[in-house]
């Protein structure tokens, strides 16, 4: 259990995004209401998704009529994979293996260089193949470049021609390296710790006085709760409503059918919480 007080307002939300706020290009019940509420208050939408970059997640809520966002408040897991290379090595080289929005992420601070990569960087999407998983395995065997995945998710839930598809998550496709290397990848995205933490410094805010809002207790809920974070589990994810919360994980601090149900708990508990628009 974190130490976070539900007897004071959080200072800023974190939110997960699929699950959350849309499914596929449906957005969920009350997402928009919830958005324009929390207008006024500081908050980071994050995803463990490095397929799209933050302008094409902002374009798409635009598109959706939830929110018109600025990009600068999304960090996707392929964001924030950049931005942590770019400490710890500045002007590192890459190799990557995955959608094209992950390299472009990747070449905002680094340089693509498959002979002479620093970091292999596996991410979700098309991009994995024998070619790809050879160039990168003796990268790390025979150059010595480090091993990073963007984001755990075994699995992803997309709509491909309109049908729902279960597609090969990030740890998936990383665990052919894992294999081969003999070695675990650095992960960076949720449950890890270093995407919310990135996401409380853009905000300033500590970790206790922030609550982060997501549908997956084995990523949202027990990455936050292992910062110390409030926890909001909303069960219009892939979780199921029905569902018995995970043997061996602190319950979350509030545990809702949707977020109109979490808007009328915080509204009881803190009579200032800004009213729906
Ligand atoms: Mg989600």
């Given amino acids: 259990m974190g130490q976070y007080d539900t007897h004071f307002e959080p200072e800023a939300l974190l939110l997960d995004m699929d699950g959350v706020l849309y499914h596929g290009s449906r957005p969920l019940l009350f997402a ?20 799209s970059t933050p302008s094409q997640v902002a374009d798409r809520l635009y598109e959706m009529g939830l929110a ?3 990009p600068q408040q999304i960090l996707t897991s392929g964001l924030a994979t950049a931005r942590w290379l770019n400490e710890r090595l500045p002007g590192f080289r890459y190799f990557a293996v995955g959608a094209s929005g992950l390299d472009r992420e990747l070449s905002l601070f680094g340089t693509a260089d498959e ?3 620093d970091y292999v960087v596996v991410g979700e999407g098309e991009g994995l193949d024998y070619a790809s998983l050879t160039t990168g395995i003796n990268l790390v065997l025979k150059g010595g470049a480090e091993l990073v995945s963007t984001n755990p998710d075994h699995t992803v839930d997309a709509h491909v021609n309109g049908e729902h598809r279960v597609l090969p998550g990030g740890g998936a496709l990383v665990a052919a390296f894992e294999v081969a290397c003999g070695k675990k990848a650095i992960t960076i995205g949720k449950p890890q710790p270093l995407l919310f933490e990135m996401a409380l410094r853009d905000l300033g805010v500590p970790a ?8 997956r207790p084995d990523t949202d809920i027990l990455g936050a709760q292992q910062l110390g974070m409030g926890t909001a589990m909303v069960r219009t994810g892939r979780f199921a409503p029905m569902a018995a919360w995970p ?9 809702v059918s949707n977020l109109e149900q979490l808007w009328l708990a915080w509204r009881k508990i803190w009579p200032h919480w800004p009213s729906k628009k």
């Fill in 68 to 70: 018109k966002v600025d």
């Fill in 247 to 255: 043997t061996g994980q602190a319950a979350p601090d509030w545990d």
């Fill in 115 to 117: 002979k002479n990569a």
């Fill in 208 to 215: 206790a006085r922030c609550v982060m809002v997501g549908d």
């Fill in 32 to 51: 928009r209401e919830f958005l324009q509420a929390i207008e006024e208050i500081p908050h980071r939408f994050l995803t463990n998704n490095p397929i």
